[in-house]
């Protein structure tokens, strides 16, 4: 019994976290509609099969069977309506400030998480060299009190960064930018590397100072790592574009979980980065232009307000059903990848 209930609980813990992203994201959207006074008709937790309900005012709460997932259903959203208090009827600033709610607190969400995690480190992390492993590689190249300023040329700015460029090469081969004695110079060095899942690895194999925590560079430290969490997912996508990584390297909801899950039985640590990484991804990518999301009915009205006219209907109702077919088909694609990743 206790050794199913070691396996269950992660996933289940996985699958509340997630739910709190989504919840978050669609109570961004709730509360920045009753703040403009749209009326909202219904905010569901979960999907599928209605478990239970209650009436407050205009909105109907509902949770629902499965727990992945929510919406928040505004009147006047995708058709037209006469009612004053619409989303359709609401100024364009008004709208925009609605569509927008729900990312924007995945963002907030983010730098909470980010910030509860600096706040529980004992030191604050920096990008100088403080020590090597006793068999290291890297102490041919670095050598202690050196400042990491790039890597590959990407800037390092926090401890996340240098795990970041690590983990974007294959060969183990890595391009340093330093200061070192007041001087800045360029360092090429090559690590050892291990094969996890297919994947070659760099085995990092020195270690990086810390310094006493103070309300300033606690801030400074939690805003400089929103921004490495945010930069990750920008490289990734970049990555995913010009084919550095296929859709087998993709993760869905079931692979999301997986992972999340495998966080949990390593640590409270590795468990909130990977929440911090998933609502900041959440809240980055529902900005995209891209149909069915948020950002595309960001572009619609910004279209609307500067051209002072709305896109044909037909047309955008179009372009929204292409949009959720790919959508839907590439989540199936990932999905399945995922569940025979998991066999």
């Known amino acids: 019994m206790s050794h199913i209930w070691q396996t269950v609980y992660p996933i289940l813990i996985a699958i509340l976290f997630f739910e709190l992203i989504i919840l978050v994201h669609e109570g961004g959207h709730f509360f920045a509609?009753?703040?403009?006074?749209?009326?909202?008709?219904?905010?569901?937790?979960?999907?599928?099969?209605?478990?239970?309900?209650?009436?407050?005012g205009d909105t109907k709460f509902t949770l629902r069977l499965i727990l992945f997932g929510g919406y928040c259903a505004m009147e006047g959203e995708d058709s037209e309506s006469d009612d004053k208090n619409s989303f359709a009827n609401k100024k364009v600033i008004q709208r925009?400030?609605?569509?927008?709610?729900?990312?924007?607190?995945?963002?907030i969400l983010g730098v909470l998480i980010i910030l509860g995690m600096v706040c529980s480190q004992e030191l604050v992390g920096t990008p100088v060299v403080a020590d090597f492993d006793k068999d290291a590689v890297s102490n041919a190249y670095l050598e202690q009190n050196d400042r990491i300023l790039a890597i590959d040329g990407m800037r390092v700015y926090t401890t996340t960064d240098i795990t970041t460029g690590f983990s974007r090469s294959a060969d183990g081969e890595v391009e340093f930018l330093i200061k070192r004695d007041g001087k800045t110079k360029t360092v090429n060095a090559k690590f050892n590397t291990q094969k996890i899942d297919g994947k070659n690895y760099i085995d990092m194999d020195f270690y990086l100072y810390g310094v006493e925590k103070t309300v300033p560079n606690v801030l400074r430290e939690t805003g400089r790592q929103f921004m490495s969490f945010c930069r990750m997912i920008f490289l990734s996508l970049h990555d995913l574009i010009t084919g550095k990584y296929g859709l087998s390297d993709m993760s869905g909801p079931v692979g999301t979980v997986s992972v999340v899950s495998g966080a949990v039985k390593m640590s409270l640590t590795s468990t909130f980065r990977i929440m911090a990484f998933l609502t900041i991804n959440i809240g980055l990518f529902n900005l995209f232009p891209f149909p069915a999301?948020?950002?595309?009915?960001?572009?619609?009205?910004?279209?609307?307000?500067?051209?002072k006219k709305k896109l044909p209907?037909?047309?955008e109702w179009m372009i929204n059903a292409v949009g959720l077919a790919v959508l839907l088909g590439l989540m199936c694609l990932v999905t399945f990848s995922d569940i025979t990743k998991l066999f």
């Open 293 to 307: 999301l948020d950002g595309w009915k960001l572009f619609i009205l910004l279209y609307e307000g500067i051209f």
């Open 313 to 315: 209907q037909k047309f």
């Open 96 to 107: 925009v400030f609605v569509v927008v709610a729900g990312a924007v607190m995945n963002l």
């Open 33 to 56: 509609a009753k703040m403009m006074k749209v009326k909202v008709n219904e905010f569901s937790i979960g999907m599928g099969p209605k478990l239970f309900q209650f009436q407050k």
